[in-house]
Structure formats: C-alpha cells, structure tokens
C-alpha cells in the first residue's frame, strides 16, 4: 500500500480543459505547489498525459497521470502504461474517471501494476456500490464521484451527503486502509469542509478549480478549509 500522500488532499483534475493545457498546465501546478507549501496541505495535480513531463520535471508536488491502460510495453499503439507514466514522474493515477470508464477487470489491473510500480492509484466510482467493489481491489484511494453532478457546480456533499456517508460506512466494512475522497461539484471551500465532515479523506475537482478567475485565491481557501482554519 502506497503511503506516500499525506491526508487531507486536494486533488485538481485539470482533464483536456484549454485553460490547463501546455504551459497554462504548469502555471496552474505552480499555483498549486505554492498554496501546498504556504498551508501544508497536501495538493496533487493531474495534468494531461502529454503535459505530464514538463509539469512533474517543474513542480515538488505530486503529480498525477489521468489514465493508465492495462497493458504492458510492447505492440500497444495510442495506449498510455503505467511504466511511461512512472518514467514521466507521475507519483500515480486516476483509474476509471467517468469520462474514461474501465472494465472491472481491467480497473483490477491497473491498480495491480500501479502498486508493483510504487505509484498511488486512485479508482473513481459513480456510487457508493461501485465505491465498495472498488475499494475490494485494494487500490490507496477511491473517489465517489455521481457522474450526473460532475462539473454542475453542485457539490455531492451537500446535493447528496447521503452517497458520501454510504460510501464511507460500506468502504470501512471492508477495509480502514482505503482513503476515501468526494468529488463531483466541488466549487468552494464550504464543500471541502461538508466533505470532511462527512467522513471523507480529500476532495477531488476539476473545473472550479481550471475556470476560477482566480484560482491562487480559491484553492488557498480550500486548502485552509481542509486544516478546519475557516
């Protein structure tokens, strides 16, 4: 089991927006690297694949690959493996984002090859059903997203602090290993902390965090929120 990260986190999905992409992907990552070392939270982000080097090679904090394919290096065209992501120096994965769906099986491998690599593997899962099977796979991290609230504005921990709890309480039937994180419109630092109280490990976002106008000042708000400074 990867125990590398630190708890709370914060984890910014910077997905295939234009506003993250490039080196607005690396401005962003030092706006993130300098929030984390002004409060001690920690912040991961998780740029694009094909930003992957220049934002790891750039920033301290943990970066993120968005996707590894269960697969190994070899005759794999267009596939990302875990191998290159590690060689990147991606810290670890999202595995199963709604926008990038696996099989179980194939989620099962993933998670597999990113802990023989040392990497973190964090599994996303639409509910709290999915959460348990998930959290049976033994990966250092699940993130219970509902996939219709993903990038709405309106957080899960308060539009559905039901699916939260639920999460929680069927994750720990199985195991205290498993962090657990809430996504899916997280917008302000209210959301962090009804995430944490919820029983939660960490929030992980996306959009609010890519379109704020300004994005130093909302995620230090987060990240005071998350150290209960708010």
Known sequence: MNQRLRFPVIILNFKTYKEATGASALSL?????????????????????VDLYRVASSVSIPVFAQHVDPVTPGSSTGHTTVEAVKE????????????KRLRLSDIRTCVAKLREAGLTSLVCAGDAVESSAASAMNPDIVAVEPPELIGTGIPVSKAKPEVV??????IRRITRDVRILCGAGISGADDVAAALKLGTDGVL???AYVKSKNPEKLLKEMAEASLGRR
């Open 205 to 207: 976002l996306a959009s």
């Open 165 to 170: 709890s639920e999460t929680v309480e069927r």
């Open 29 to 49: 990552a030092r706006i993130a690297e300098k929030i984390a070392g002004e409060t001690g939270v920690e912040i991961v982000v998780a740029p694009q694949n």
């Open 88 to 99: 990147s120096g991606a810290a670890g994965s999202l595995v199963n984002h709604s926008e």
